[in-house]
């Protein structure tokens, strides 16, 4: 039969394992976000501009 302790130890090292391919996967997804926000910015500025664009255009060739 094993010890509580043992127990004890079994489940905070499964625990912490857990823990640090929880960290990792933290980890890529926040630099996956750091990599994506200059195109983000990129995408939301143009979403800005496009429209008054198309607007000046349409009146240019009516």
Not at 23 to 44: S, T
Request: hydrophobic residues 55%; without cysteine.
């Amino acid at each position: 039969m094993p010890s509580v302790v043992g127990l004890l130890v079994g489940t905070d090292q499964g625990a912490r394992q857990r823990v640090e391919v929880l960290r990792e996967a933290a980890d890529r997804v926040l630099a996956e976000l750091r990599d994506a926000e200059p195109f983000w910015e990129r995408f939301v500025m143009a979403g800005r501009f496009w429209p008054r664009f198309l607007l000046v255009l349409a009146r240019v060739l009516m």
